[in-house]
């Protein structure tokens, strides 16, 4: 018998992929993995232990005593513990947004991190969202999107998520170049760099609504993975 599908959702920063990822795992029933989350700890463990970034010997060290938890599930956010500690909100503060890439492009912290999420995916029945999940993490995964927008949509939409959870916002040029920088170093690194693989299918989410963006991946969803594995609330 087929396994439980995975779904792949991999883009730039400020896509959507979050927000879509979550509620349209919550549809179908499925189980969300908000992998940029897992990057944010390890960057937010980094900082709070003064780790210097490039002292590979003790960043090795740091991350052997690293105990990370994350609690897949289909409820509104992913929480994420360190060491017993609660670090869902911190994780998402302007100053981790900005060094999270520079950590993230370290190759012990995607070794370990990758080990990870494919040992939360290993029975299957996940949505996972991130940068390297078609290419890298899950390259078996039975449906693949890379859901992009263009910078400018995409720092309209950073704007207004921090305005809402009440960090001081940049301006929008300013916003819009952050967000080319950030794309840049995730498309640029050595390992697992973000890029479009080829069998993912792109959606361009530029005047779409949230609605609008989840009707397309389940229609994606139907299209492309067998009847018989689809999870009941689609049926
Ligand atoms: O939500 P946002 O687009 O701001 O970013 P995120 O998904 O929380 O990811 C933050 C950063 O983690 C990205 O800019 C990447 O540098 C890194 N990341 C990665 O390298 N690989 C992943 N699978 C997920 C995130
Ligand atoms: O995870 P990622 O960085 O790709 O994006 P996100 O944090 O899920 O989305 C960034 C912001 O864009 C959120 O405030 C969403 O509500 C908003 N958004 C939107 O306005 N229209 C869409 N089609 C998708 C997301």
Do not use: C, H
């Not at 087929?2 to 979550?22: C, F, W």
């Not at 994350?70 to 947004?97: A, D, H, M, W």
């Not at 794309?183 to 005047?207: H, M, N, Y």
């Amino acid at each position: 018998m087929s396994r439980n599908p995975i779904v792949a959702i991999d883009g730039p920063a400020g896509a959507g992929k979050s927000t879509v990822t979550r509620a349209f795992a919550k549809k179908l029933g499925l189980l969300y993995l908000d992998t940029g989350a897992m990057y944010r700890a390890v960057t937010w463990l980094i900082i709070k232990k003064g780790i210097d970034l490039k002292d590979d010997e003790g960043l090795s060290q740091s991350l052997k005593e690293l105990n990370l938890e994350f609690k897949v599930s289909q409820l509104e956010e992913q929480n994420v513990f360190l060491n017993g500690k609660n670090i869902t909100k911190e994780i998402r503060s302007p100053e981790i947004t900005e060094k999270v890439p520079l950590v993230a492009s370290k190759s012990i912290v995607r070794k370990i991190l990758t080990i990870q999420q494919k040992a939360l995916g290993k029975d299957g029945g996940l949505v996972a969202e991130g940068r390297d999940i078609g290419t890298t993490v899950f390259p078996d995964a039975e449906l693949k999107v890379f859901l992009t927008a263009s910078p400018k949509e995409r720092a309209k939409r950073r704007s207004i998520d921090l305005k809402n959870k009440g960090f001081t916002v940049p301006n929008l040029l300013d916003l819009e170049k952050q967000i080319k920088e950030r794309d840049q170093i995730d498309s640029s690194r050595k390992i697992a760099p973000l890029l479009k693989s080829e069998e993912a299918i792109e959606l361009v989410t530029d005047g779409m609504s949230i609605e609008e963006v989840i009707d397309s991946l389940v229609k994606m969803f139907r299209l492309e993975i067998p009847e018989e594995v689809w999870p009941t609330p689609i049926l």
